[in-house]
């Protein structure tokens, strides 16, 4: 990496006030799983600004007010290993343990997960579906933004004037709550899902009062299905309904043809998890 220029800040307000000097020639770097693959296969300007941010202490995970807490710095495998998170955020837990390999876990990021802004991204799915909140520090001060209004920004206007996503704020689940998760993936060992599908639902016995479905890897970036909330809420999760709703969530999806899937088999997976993920909760 001869050809880059290197900032390693320690300081949050120093770290953006250098991304907003720098302007569009900044990439921020966290645990690099992603950035680095990109730059040894040449798909990057070699000529860009590298800044740093793995010592701004954005790697905690803590409880406050019924959410929890977690820095953008954490990486997937304390996440997936924190019993703070496996008591109150299981959704996530679960699926911080299934993505990429061990050892990439070890140094990705849920920050990274969000800013690399892929269709397959499993935590941005699993923070949707639980209600997250990112929070963004900029040269301008902080920002509150729900996360399925972060992903459909554009892509100038997310980190704005030197932005850093600091952390995120997750709702704990409550007494009512329930959630499911599934995903289909190409063989065993392999992170990248084909179709996934996370859900948060608060029941009544077996009426949903409200729900989070939100479906990953069929559309330009995950997404909170509209299908779901207009079908089930304040209705009863019968097996009829939930066939129903597998089939016209058809409608909100848009697979793509890839070396894992075909959007064919993306379309029939998708109904398929839509359904078994609903079962879970009904």
């Given at each position: 990496m001869s050809n880059e220029t290197f900032f390693a800040p320690s300081d949050l307000k120093e770290a953006c006030a250098l991304l907003s000097e720098l302007g569009e020639t900044a990439v921020i770097l966290a645990g690099g799983t992603d950035l680095m693959v990109r730059f040894n296969r040449r798909r990057r300007n070699r000529k860009e600004t590298l800044v740093y941010v793995g010592n701004l202490s954005l790697d905690y995970i803590s409880e406050t007010d019924g959410r929890l807490i977690?820095?953008?710095?954490?990486?997937?495998?304390?996440?997936?290993?924190?019993p703070l998170v496996k008591k109150k955020l299981p959704l996530l837990a679960l699926t911080c343990g299934e993505m990429a390999s061990p050892a990439i876990r070890n140094a990705a990021t849920l920050g990274g997960n969000l800013g690399t802004n892929a269709r397959n991204a499993d935590g941005v799915a699993a923070l949707m579906a639980l209600g997250a909140v990112v929070v963004i520090t900029s040269a301008d001060g902080e920002s509150r933004i729900p996360i399925e209004e972060y992903v459909s920004m554009p892509k100038k206007q997310k980190l704005a004037n030197g932005g850093i996503i600091k952390q995120f704020e997750v709702p704990c689940l409550m007494a009512d709550d329930r959630w499911g998760w599934e995903k289909l993936r190409q063989r065993r060992g392999e992170g990248r899902s084909i179709v996934s599908v996370s859900v948060r639902a608060g029941m009544t016995g077996d009426i949903?009062?409200?729900?989070?479905?939100?479906?990953?890897?069929?559309?330009?970036?995950?997404?909170?299905?509209k299908t779901a909330i207009q079908n089930l809420e304040g209705k009863q999760?019968?097996?009829?309904?939930?066939?129903?709703?597998?089939?016209?969530?058809?409608?909100?999806?848009?697979?793509?043809?890839?070396?894992?899937?075909?959007?064919?088999?993306?379309?029939?997976?998708?109904q398929a998890l839509v359904r078994r993920t609903l079962s879970q909760i009904a």
């Open positions: 977690i820095g953008a710095c954490a990486t997937l495998a304390d996440i997936a290993d924190s949903c009062k409200r729900i989070r479905l939100v479906l990953g890897a069929v559309a330009v970036h995950p997404f909170i299905s999760l019968s097996a009829d309904l939930i066939k129903k709703v597998s089939e016209e969530i058809v409608a909100e999806i848009d697979p793509t043809s890839d070396a894992r899937a075909s959007a064919w088999y993306r379309e029939k997976a998708a």
